[in-house]
């Protein structure tokens, strides 16, 4: 038997990057940086790490705050968060 | 390996020299299938802004276009952008393209994309396992280009 507490202290989302979503288990209580650093390594993003956020789909142009809980950020079991680039440009 | 499909080349032809008419950058993202890989199928136009020697995609527009891709379970498999003279990539295209994770290309043309075009001008780099854009022969890693 699961026990309730646990059950409800971790869940887990869809990380999606580029189009592919990836499983991740988060605990409400952790920062959004842990979870995405987490997420960098899901997708064995290397390098420029600096580059990026995660993001609710609802709320794409601002990425979550990553001091911030993820109880705090809103974030609840199946919800969707985009890991991508704050910015793409060149030239 | 990318393989374009369909009017992917003229499509990104188009796109570019419309918006490059006015002698500044312009930037195209192909994309395709996630369960075809290396299949380009699809040239997209993405909101941007820029100048004759920089463009930045709008991030409001990049987000709903992350979304789309989920959606529709295609994925960016290159990106491509103009320059006002030569074909390279610059310090700003090495640390802030599309996507960073290994296989992803990159692809520049010269003079805003302006005919006559010459395969040989173009500049072609795909992302390594440790973050590192290398540079390789547009001919032999696209096919469909004319």
């Known amino acids: 038997m699961v026990n309730p507490a646990i059950e409800t202290a971790s869940f887990e989302v869809p990380i999606i990057y580029n189009g592919v979503p990836k499983e991740e288990r988060v605990r409400r209580d952790e920062l959004i940086a842990a979870v995405l650093q987490r997420a960098l390594h899901l997708f064995h993003v290397r390098d420029r790490q600096h580059v990026y956020g995660l993001f609710k789909a609802a709320t794409g142009g601002s990425p979550i705050p990553d001091n911030i809980t993820v109880h705090a950020a809103g974030v609840e079991k199946g919800m969707e968060l985009f890991l991508r680039e704050k910015q793409v440009q060149g030239g | ?146």
Not at chain 2, 2 to 25: F, K, N, Q, Y
Not at chain 2, 45 to 50: A, G, I, L, W, Y
Request: negative net charge; glycine residues 6%; charged residues 25%.
């Open chain 2, 1 to 146: 390996m990318l393989r374009l499909r369909g009017s992917v080349w003229a499509d990104t032809l188009d796109h570019l020299r419309t918006c490059g008419a006015r002698r500044v950058e312009c930037a195209v993202l192909w994309t395709g299938p996630i369960d075809e890989p290396g299949i380009v199928d699809r040239a997209v136009h993405p909101v941007h802004v820029s100048t004759r020697v920089h463009y930045r995609i709008d991030q409001g527009w990049m987000h709903a276009f992350h979304v789309s891709l989920y959606r529709e379970r295609r994925t960016m498999r290159a990106q491509t952008h103009t320059h006002a003279s030569r074909a390279f990539h610059s310090k700003t295209d090495d640390d802030w393209p599309a996507v960073n994770t290994a296989g992803f290309h990159s692809l520049v043309f010269p003079r805003f994309a302006r005919a006559p075009l010459r395969i040989e001008d173009l500049w072609l780099a795909v992302l390594d396992d440790d973050g590192e854009w290398v540079s390789v022969d547009p001919g032999q890693n696209i096919e469909g280009l004319p």
